[in-house]
C-alpha cells in the first residue's frame, strides 16, 4: 500500500480493504500520554481511513474531527460506526484543501496514525497542523519503522532521519513503541528558528552559481533537503558558456525533475558575498511557469522536496546561505537575521507569478465582507479591489489568518532598534476608509506616502484600467520589498520611488496640473507643502495628522493654497520616518514616575511643579458621565486643539503608589499653569456585568496654587463638550470646521477659530459651540476664570 494517488485509494477502500487495525498497545499509550483535558477537548485525525481510530478517541471523551481525502473512507467509517456520537466525518485533504470545514476551535490532539510516509510536502503539512494545537496540547505520529519493514513497502515507513525531521522543532518529544511501531507524542510550539548556514570549504577559487525561486499553484516554495541536512534551493554551478537562466532550468529538471523553459527563469538579483574566505556570485532566477511532477533524481545529495509555505520559512530550521538569501531577494523580511550580503538587484520586465491556496481566495471574501459589513467599503470599485487584490501576498511573513484579519489588526512588516513598527500593512477596514474618501474616478492618478505594496495595488484596482500610483518611501529596505511584492503579483501599474515622502513624487511624475490624489500612510506631525502643491485643484488629501497627540485620518480637498477638511477617522499609524519626524518634547517628573508630552509648541516651564504635585490635591466632578461603550475621542481632540497649555501626562507607577490615579504607563490630558497642573481622568460611578450598565464620571484633578482655576477651565471644557460634540451615536460625534493655510499666513488672513501651529502650516478648528481665539502667550491665573466662561 504505497499509493500516492487519491485514486488509488478509492479504489483501495471501494474494494473493501482496510489497514492495520488498532493495536491494544497503541490504545493504552494513547490513554496513558494524551488524557482528555479536564473539561473536555477536541480532537483531530488526519487520514481517518474507516474510522477506528476516531470511534476510539471518542470512547477517551473527545468530540472528534475525522478527515480522510477519500471519499470512500468516509462512506465506510459513517456506515460502520453510525452509532457513535461525538464524531464529524469529513472529506478532506488536509495538504491541498482550504481546511475551512475543521473546527475554529484549538485541538487538543491531533493524530497522524500510519499516514504521515505519505505527506508529500511533510514540514508544511505539520507546521500547520501544529498552529491548530491548544496550549498543552499535542500531535501524535504514529509510523513504521523503516529498519523493521521489508524494502518492498519501504514506502510507508520513516527512517530514523526522517524521524528526526518530523521531531525538530518541537518543545517536548517522547518516542514510544507499539508493537513495532514508532509513536511520536509531540508538544509545541512548533517552531525551530531558522537559521542560514554554510557548506564545507572549498577548494574553489572563485564560485559561480544559480539558484532557481519555483513556487507551486498555491504560492509555495520548493525546497530540498539535503543530505548534509540543510534546506536548499534546486540550483549549482554554471558550465561552460551558459547563462544563468539556462543553468537554473538545467539544475531544476537534474535535482528534482521539473521542467521549465528558459524564457521563463528570469534573473531577478545578483548576490555578492563569500564562503569561508572564496568570492561567491549566486544568480537569482526567478522561475514563472514550469511542467512535470516532483521526483527526487539525486537521492544522494537530497533525502526529499518540498513546497514551504513562505510564512513558515522563519522555522524552518537551518537553510543554505545563499538560498536563504535568494529566498529574501524575492521575498524580503521572510527570514530574519541573515548574513550580510551585496545585491545587485536587476530591472527585469517579467509577468507576475500567479499561485494562491484555496484557504487564501475564501479568507479574502471573508475579511471583504467583514470590512464591507462595517460600512467601510461602500462603493462598488473598492469592494471589487477588497475581494481580488491577494492581500497576503504582500504580507508572505505572517499566516492567512493574519494577514486576512478583517478587525484592527495590522501586519508588522519593519521594526526599528527598539523594537517599534516603522512600516506594516495597515488594518484593511482603514485602508479602505481611506480609499474611498479619495473619491476616485477611473484613470486617476495618485501619490501614496508610505509604501508596501497591498495599498497601492488597492488604488490601482480601484482606478483602473488607465490609473497609476506612484509611491513614495524613505527606507531603503522598503521600497525593495514593495518593488518585490509588486513584481511577484501586481497589476504594473504602480511606481515605487525612494526618497523622503515630505518632498512629493520625483518632478519627472507629476502629471501636469498635480495628482488627482494623494494618501499618506504614517502619522504626520505636520503637512507637508509639497504635497498641497502636487495636488490637483479640487483633488483630495487623506492622511493620518497629530493634534496633540492624537491621530485622525483627515480627508482634505484643496481650493487655492487652503486644505478643508472633509471627513474624520479615528486611526493610528507608523510614525514618519523623513524629513518631517518630530521626536515628541518630553519632561520627566518626581524622578521618572511622571512624564509631561509637549506634543505641540514649545515645552512649558515647569518650575516648582514637583513640589505642587507633592502638595494637596484639587478636585472638581464634572458631572458629565459616559458607560463603556461610549467614544470619547472626540473629547481628546476637542481638548487639545482648544485649551492654551495643552500637554499629555503620562504615569510610570502603580496608582496605588503615585501621586496620580492614571494607570501605569497610560496618560490623560492635561493643562499647566504656573508652578500647577490639572489632568483629567473618569472614575467608575456603577458597575455592571454589560458594559453599557457601567458608568464613569470625568474628573479633575489639580495641584498648585492656580489648580482650582486649571480645573474649572479643564472641567468646563468636558462639559461644552457634552453639550456641543457629543451625541448618543459613538459615529455621530460632532467634527470641527478645519482649513490648513500654507505657516507664514498672517493672522488677519486667517478664518475664527483655534489656531494650532505647525512648522509648516497653521491648522484653524471651528469646533460647535465654541468661539475660538488666535494664539496667545500663556495665560495668568487672573485670566483664566474669564476662559473657562468662554467655553
Known amino acids: 500500500m504505497t499509493y500516492t494517488a487519491r485514486d488509488q485509494w478509492e479504489q483501495h477502500y471501494s474494494d473493501g480493504k482496510g489497514f492495520r487495525p488498532l493495536g491494544e498497545r497503541e490504545r493504552e499509550l494513547l490513554a496513558e ?31 472528534v474531527d475525522a478527515v480522510d481525502f477519500a471519499d470512500s473512507a468516509i462512506a465506510r467509517a459513517r456506515e460502520e460506526y453510525a452509532d457513535v456520537e461525538g464524531v464529524r466525518w469529513l472529506r478532506l485533504d488536509v495538504e491541498r484543501d482550504d481546511p475551512a470545514p475543521l473546527h475554529g476551535e484549538k485541538y487538543a490532539l491531533i493524530t497522524l496514525r500510519l499516514m504521515y510516509p505519505f505527506v508529500q510536502d511533510r514540514a508544511r503539512v505539520v507546521h500547520a497542523l501544529g498552529e491548530r494545537l491548544c496550549d498543552g496540547g499535542a500531535l501524535v505520529v504514529i509510523t513504521p519503522v523503516a529498519a523493521s519493514t521489508p524494502e518492498e513497502r519501504r514506502g510507508i515507513a520513516l527512517d530514523e532521519d526522517e524521524i528526526a525531521l518530523a521531531c525538530a522543532g518541537w518543545e517536548t518529544v517522547e518516542r514510544l513503541d507499539a508493537d513495532g511501531l514508532a509513536v511520536l507524542v509531540l508538544r509545541g510550539p512548533c517552531h525551530l528558528d531558522t537559521r542560514a548556514v554554510e557548506k564545507r570549504p572549498t577548494t574553489a577559487h572563485a564560485l559561480t552559481g544559480a539558484l532557481a525561486v519555483v513556487t507551486d499553484d498555491a504560492g509555495r516554495v520548493l525546497l530540498g533537503r539535503s543530505r548534509g541536512g540543510m534546506l536548499e534551493l534546486p540550483g549549482g554551478k554554471t558550465r561552460g558558456p551558459e547563462d544563468f537562466a539556462t543553468a537554473a532550468v538545467r539544475e531544476l529538471v537534474e535535482e528534482t525533475g521539473l521542467i521549465a523553459d528558459p524564457a521563463d527563469a528570469h534573473v531577478v538579483t545578483m548576490l555578492v558575498d563569500d564562503s569561508h574566505g572564496v568570492p561567491r556570485l549566486t544568480a537569482v532566477v526567478r ?120 478587525g484592527d489588526r495590522a501586519v508588522i512588516t519593519r521594526r526599528d532598534e527598539t523594537g517599534t513598527a516603522i512600516s506594516s500593512v495597515s488594518a484593511a477596514w482603514l485602508q479602505a476608509d481611506m480609499i474611498e474618501h479619495l473619491g476616485l474616478k477611473p484613470g486617476a492618478m495618485v501619490f501614496e506616502a508610505g509604501s508596501g505594496g497591498y495599498n497601492a495595488e488597492l488604488i490601482a484596482h480601484v482606478t483602473a ?25 501586481g497589476s504594473g501599474r504602480v511606481t515605487a520611488v525612494e526618497a523622503d515622502a515630505a518632498l512629493g513624487a520625483p518632478a519627472a511624475l507629476v502629471p501636469r496640473g498635480g495628482f488627482d490624489a494623494g494618501m499618506i500612510t504614517y502619522n504626520c506631525w505636520d503637512i507637508a507643502p509639497a504635497w498641497r502643491d502636487q495636488l490637483a485643484e479640487g483633488g483630495r488629501l487623506v492622511l493620518p495628522l497629530e493634534m496633540g497627540g492624537y491621530t485622525r485620518a483627515i480627508t482634505f480637498e484643496r481650493h487655492g493654497e487652503v486644505l478643508h477638511a472633509r471627513h474624520f477617522t479615528y486611526c493610528g499609524f507608523v510614525r514618519d520616518q523623513g524629513q518631517q519626524a518630530r521626536p515628541v518634547p518630553v519632561v520627566s517628573l518626581l524622578d521618572g514616575a511622571l512624564t509631561l ?53 503620562v504615569a510610570h507607577q502603580d496608582p496605588a503608589e503615585g501621586v496620580t490615579v492614571i494607570a501605569q504607563d497610560r496618560d490623560a490630558p492635561a493643562i499647566l499653569g504656573d508652578a500647577s497642573l490639572a489632568y483629567l481622568v473618569h472614575v467608575q460611578t456603577k458597575s455592571g456585568d454589560r458594559s453599557q450598565d457601567k458608568e464613569w464620571e470625568w474628573v479633575v484633578h489639580a495641584f498648585g496654587e492656580q489648580g482650582p482655576e486649571l480645573a474649572e477651565q479643564l472641567a468646563a471644557t468636558v462639559r461644552a463638550w457634552d453639550r456641543h460634540i457629543r451625541a448618543d451615536d459613538n459615529d455621530e460625534h460632532a467634527d470641527p470646521i478645519l482649513t490648513v493655510h500654507p505657516a507664514g499666513t498672517p493672522d488677519d488672513l486667517l478664518p475664527a477659530g483655534d489656531v494650532l501651529d505647525k512648522v509648516a502650516s497653521r491648522l484653524v478648528f471651528r469646533w460647535p459651540g465654541h468661539h475660538g481665539r488666535l494664539p496667545a502667550p500663556a495665560r495668568s491665573a487672573d485670566t483664566m476664570a474669564a476662559t473657562a466662561g468662554d467655553l
Open 597 to 649: 508630552r509637549f506634543h505641540d509648541g514649545a515645552v512649558a516651564g515647569t518650575g516648582g511643579l514637583e513640589e505642587a504635585l507633592r502638595g494637596p490635591r484639587h478636585e472638581v466632578t464634572t458631572g458629565v458621565t459616559m458607560s463603556g461603550v461610549v467614544f470619547f475621542g472626540s473629547l481628546q481632540l476637542y481638548a487639545a486643539t482648544t485649551l492654551p497649555g495643552f500637554c499629555r501626562l
Open 33 to 63: 500520554h494524551t488524557p482528555v483535558p479536564d473539561g473536555g477537548g477536541r480532537a483531530l485525525e488526519v487520514g481517518c481511513g474507516t474510522g477506528e481510530l476516531a470511534a476510539y478517541l471518542v470512547s477517551l471523551g473527545y468530540r
Open 287 to 406: 522561475i514563472v511557469a514550469w511542467a512535470g511532477t516532483l521526483a527526487n533524481p539525486e537521492p544522494d545529495k537530497f533525502a526529499r522536496w518540498e513546497f514551504f509555505d513562505l510564512h513558515a520559512l522563519a522555522c524552518a530550521g537551518t537553510v543554505f546561505v545563499p538560498a536563504a538569501q535568494a529566498l529574501d531577494a524575492v521575498w524580503p523580511g521572510v527570514i530574519p537575521d541573515l548574513p550580510p550580503v551585496v545585491s545587485y538587484p536587476l530591472a527585469v520586465d517579467r509577468p507576475p507569478v500567479p499561485g494562491e491556496p484555496a484557504e487564501a481566495v475564501r479568507l479574502r471574501q471573508e475579511m471583504a465582507r467583514t470590512v464591507i459589513d462595517g460600512g467601510w467599503a461602500p462603493s462598488e470599485p473598492v469592494q471589487r479591489a477588497l475581494r481580488t487584490v491577494p492581500r497576503h501576498r504582500f504580507a508572505p511573513e505572517v499566516n492567512l489568518a493574519a494577514a486576512y484579519d478583517g
Open 465 to 489: 484600467p488607465g490609473g497609476r500610483v506612484i509611491t513614495v518611501d524613505i527606507d531603503p529596505w522598503v521600497v525593495r520589498r514593495t518593488r518585490a511584492s509588486l513584481t511577484e503579483a
